[in-house]
């Protein structure tokens, strides 16, 4: 019986490979290291400096909001500066370190990104804090909150291309397909401007929107026949909120291409008118001193316009127009409501018979 000879050579790889292979790694080992030792200080004097310029940016509205939301974005790109450091200064011959640095790139173009749309947020929060339209006289604070949001979105979204174009720029491959398709790029431009034109077109809506504003925030707005308020201007379409509670949503570009009424486009003052059929015998003068004392007795009259006047006549009766006054569109459809109820109860009290009629001569014969 012959003895087995051990096989010394593959005994000896087997206890070889795993010290290679740990070898190998020490370069990664040595980077995640320093990695670690980096975060701890970073975390430091990150929290401590936000404690200092949030305390010294107290009474600066803009600096404090910018803190507010931009700290976050700020530390992780330092963080991530710093890694992008420790990765360049590895040696290069490091397997997958290649690979490491274009990843880390990538993640700061992100930050990038973030950190912009984040500063752009902040100053339109501001802006718009700093103008609140819930005061009685809010046509400026109005005009001023519809220019930043429709111009933040704006920017946003030209922030949000050039992060994306900056990263996707990185990829070889991507390039490599630019360069090919570049003889076909004619053809190529002429079908995605049309394919785009829609989206185009309605973000230069937008920009044409901010800067003339044919329409505001809580402007009170005619759209298709409906009565409603501009409750929020997008990037991309417009939300009227109709009197009923329903949501019309209507593209921007729709504003720049249609007519339409814009009730409170230099104020919200507005005049409404109360139309009332009475019969011949019927006497003008009381009617409009009652109108005029049913207006002194509403809240929701101004005081600037009260005005009755003979509008048309008819073969059987005429008519009655009361032309009033209000702040806004909601009050004067309520003064016009109490104004007429308040007219015909006053004609069947005190004057039965000035309600129109119909008249007839009947022969005896």
Known sequence: MTEAVPDWSSALGYAVIPWIVLVRQLPWIHIVVQLLIALPPVLLLHGIATRVLAR????????????????????????????????????????????????????????????????????????????????????????????????????????VMIGAGTALSTLPLLREIGTSLLASAGVAGLVVGFAAKPVLGNLLAGMQIALTQPIRLDDVVIVQNEWGQIEEITGTYVVVRIWDQRRMIVPLQWFIENPFQNWTRTNSEILGTVSVWVDYAAPVGALREQAERLCRESPEWDGRLCITQVVETSERAMQIRILVSAADAGRAWDLRCRVREGLLGFLQREYPGSLPRVRAELDAA
């Open 56 to 159: 010294l940016a107290q009474p600066l509205p803009y600096s404090r909001r910018l803190l507010q939301y931009g700290h976050r974005a700020v530390g992780v790109l330092i963080y991530l500066l710093i890694v992008q450091v420790i990765l360049r200064s590895a040696p290069d011959d490091i397997p997958g370190l290649a690979a490491a640095r274009h990843v880390t790139g990538l993640v700061i173009v992100c930050g990038l990104t973030w950190l912009g749309l984040r500063c752009v947020r902040a100053v339109s929060h501001t802006i718009i804090e700093l103008h609140p339209a819930d005061t009685p006289d809010n046509l400026h604070a109005r005009r001023i909150q519809t220019q930043t949001r429709v111009l933040a979105r704006s920017v946003m979204a030209l922030i």
